[in-house]
């Protein structure tokens, strides 16, 4: 008699972040350069069309949030149907050439005659592209080979994509262009900025043409017109410095912990799960991948792709009906039962367990009632911290929880990380580092380096030692707390409970850290205020793809990361720069050229104007948020029947959790009732639709956005998260 764990149950366990089955591992074929290359192709070509999208189209955000959509659609493509393209061209090599030949022609008929070929144009890129690869193709095609990707290649493909989704619009693109250079355009006698900031902001992170920056923000109003590169070299090599000490920082922590979360602790990693039925399905002689062929998975989809088929034909025909997914009910106090129906959010957390689902959205609904007794008994906002709401109280307060979920996690994993550090120090340990991206001394020795070089620049600017010491261990707690919580719960948009640059300027006061500093910390709020989306989280999220992967496969990993990290933001960039200087970035979008940047600068002239001293009242939260965190926890350890996950109370404050949390209830409903009533096995086929729902959001956002770019139709969103 036989005596193991199941296959299909080792399968789900390798879902909830245990090792692979060696059947799986088996499949996973050697890297070759062709996912390099492809993947090079596919991360410019995202740091190019989701900012064209943004500033351009105007339609669905593609990389705002943790759900990135850009990397899911484009990634559906690649398996659905490039994929499935050149293993079928491949077969015959004529085939190929034919095919290549014919859309060559067409491509020829439709831009000529070749004087307006922009590379900041998706569709230009994307068609040559195209062409280009089913001519290296039938190339391979002739040697009994083709262009189709492997599990492997797969891989390293989809974690390039959401490298570059962290990075294109939200996570930095979007974002440090206008705010390095829009003080000076909007600068007034009203604002008092010229005499407040302009002698405190160094001009070696700041731009300023002479002209204050008018034909970035007003364009050039032709189509010839010449983006002069020259004057922004200065400001983003010294960005650039800092940056990518941040990035190398990032990655090196989230190798330090992959183990700890995906070994130890088990952490479902809901967010890779469709990517995950993906790569586990394809097969080389499979033309069509198992995904596609299912008809759960496009019971699922069809739900998101009715719904916004519905809403972009609005915008197509007048009169056309919307299904409505959002309603609100007044509770008093100024708060509201908000109940939206987000796909990928019901989705997503349609995938993690009951118990963190009921933390995330119980605690959503207490978060109502705190709200409610500040506003009755008369507390209301002192600070404009950011993103606060009721109260900035409750902001320090959802900190400390956050600083204390952080510090739980460390305590939890402090066998692991001494084991590591032995590791690095070149001592026995009882780990092995060959199934990393990169060895353990060099993510701790990379990990210092970076955070070094990050203290360094922020003093080279003028700020006390103390203060960037402080700034950046505060920045690494929040950006891997926050990671830890996505890995877990799976949720799909999410931002700081308080941000690094707020403690300081606000809760530590402008008067003690000096006006210096407030502007330099203020500048944070560039890679570390509205941070739905960040490299750390898809790393650590990307790093549940490579079970299986060998040694060298899983190394090259590392070097295709910055790979896409170089390429995405060289693309983004360069978008951003061209659109702005031709058609004006004040005529795109508002919330990066002219909202996001007034509230830095904003921040900045009033507490350097009026400063104030450390926000006492504040700090006393942070250690109730603290104190609260390490109660739960205990609750939840020592009695079982605890109903409430403390995963939620970091973030219950967010408004991004209020907006999601009749979705993720929703979720839990289905799932609790379906394993009470159906059982494992139901719960096994039901997941696939869920799945399907995810997918069928991200296809139905992305076609029209490829529909409205064929059409010139602006402003046609289809769906937020």
């Known amino acids: 008699m036989k005596i193991g764990l199941p296959n299909d149950f080792r399968r789900y366990l390798s879902m909830r972040g245990a090792s692979v089955t060696r059947e799986e591992t088996a499949s996973h074929q050697p890297l070759t350069l062709r996912a390099l290359a492809v993947g090079s192709f596919l991360s410019f070509f995202l740091g190019v069309g989701s900012n064209y999208a943004d500033t351009v189209i105007k339609g669905s955000y593609m990389t705002l949030d943790f759900s990135t959509p850009g990397a899911i659609f484009l990634f559906l493509v690649l398996v659905g149907l490039l994929n499935s393209i050149y293993k079928l061209t491949g077969r015959h090599w004529a085939l190929s050439g034919a095919v290549t030949g014919l859309l060559a022609i067409a491509w020829a008929v439709h831009f000529s005659p070749f004087d307006a070929l922009p590379l900041y144009s998706p569709g230009v890129l994307f068609s040559a592209f195209l062409i280009l690869s089913l001519a290296a193709n039938t190339v391979l095609a002739g040697m009994g080979r083709n262009l189709s990707l492997n599990r492997s290649e797969l891989i390293v493909v989809y974690i390039m994509l959401i490298v570059v989704a962290s990075l294109a619009t939200m996570g930095l693109c979007e974002t440090i262009l206008p705010a390095i250079s829009g003080v000076f355009y909007y600068a007034s006698p009203e604002n008092k900025w010229a005499e407040i900031l302009f002698p405190v902001l160094s001009d070696q992170i700041m731009l300023n043409d002479g002209a204050e920056n008018r034909t970035f923000y007003e364009g050039f109003g032709t189509k010839d017109f010449s983006v002069p590169w020259g004057i922004w070299l200065r400001p983003m090599a010294m960005w650039g410095v800092f940056l990518l000490a941040l990035y190398l920082t990032m990655v090196c922590i989230a190798v330090i912990l992959r183990r700890q979360w995906m070994d130890r602790e088990r952490l479902s990693y809901p967010l890779v799960q469709v990517p995950q039925a993906l790569i586990r399905g394809e097969e080389a002689d499979t033309v069509v991948n198992p995904f596609f062929k299912n008809k759960i998975v496009w019971a699922g989809a069809a739900l998101p792709i009715l719904v916004g088929l519905f809403t972009g034909l609005n915008k197509y025909l007048v009169g056309w009906p919307v299904i409505p997914t959002a309603w609100s009910f007044p509770m008093g106090y100024g708060q509201s039962i908000n109940m939206t129906i987000s796909f990928a959010v019901l989705g997503f957390s349609y995938l993690i367990g009951p118990d963190i689902a009921l933390g995330i959205w119980g605690f959503a609904l207490l978060s109502k009632v705190e709200k409610m007794f500040f506003v009755a008994n008369g507390v209301t906002k002192q600070q404009d911290v950011w993103a606060v709401s009721t109260s900035e109280l409750l902001n320090y307060q959802g900190l400390g929880a956050l600083i204390a979920f952080v510090g739980i996690g460390m305590w939890v994993g402090r066998e ?306």
């Open 416 to 721: 692991h990380l001494t084991q590591v550090l032995k590791k690095a120090l070149g001592r026995d340990s009882d780990l092995s580092d060959d199934d990393e991206i990169m060895t353990y001394r060099s993510a701790v020795f990379g990990c210092l380096l970076g955070t070094l070089v990050m203290i360094g620049w922020f003093m080279y600017l003028g700020t006390p030692l103390w203060a960037s010491a402080l700034f950046i261990f505060l920045s690494m707690v929040i950006f891997t707390g926050l990671s830890r919580v996505v890995a877990e719960s799976g949720i799909a948009a999410i931002i700081s409970p308080m941000i690094a640059p707020d403690f300081m300027v606000y809760g530590l006061g402008s008067k003690l850290i000096g006006a210096t500093a407030t502007a330099n910390f203020s500048m944070g709020y560039i890679f570390g205020a509205d941070i739905r989306v960040f490299l750390m989280g898809v790393v650590a999220n990307g790093l549940k793809l490579i079970e299986g992967m060998n040694r060298h496969s899983r190394r090259i990993v590392f070097w295709a990361i910055l790979i896409a990290i170089l390429l995405g933001v060289t693309g983004s960039l360069f978008t951003v720069m061209s659109l702005g200087y031709r058609d004006g970035g004040i005529n795109s979008n508002a919330w990066f050229f002219k909202n996001m940047p007034a509230i830095i600068y904003k921040t900045a002239a009033v507490n350097i104007d009026e400063p104030e001293g450390v926000y006492w009242s504040g700090m006393s939260f942070v250690g109730v948020g603290a104190g609260a965190m390490l109660m739960l926890t205990w609750l939840r350890q020592r009695f079982l029947w605890w109903p409430l996950h403390p995963i939620g109370f970091p973030i219950m404050t967010s408004w991004l959790v209020d907006w999601m949390w009749f979705s993720i209830f929703f979720a839990w409903l289905i799932k609790v009732t379906i394993l009470k009533y159906g059982g494992a096995t139901l719960f096994a086929r039901s997941r696939y639709f869920f799945l399907g729902m995810i997918a069928g959001r991200m296809l139905i956002t992305g076609g029209f956005l490829v529909i409205d770019y064929l059409t010139g139709m602006v402003s046609n969103a289809i769906f937020w998260i």
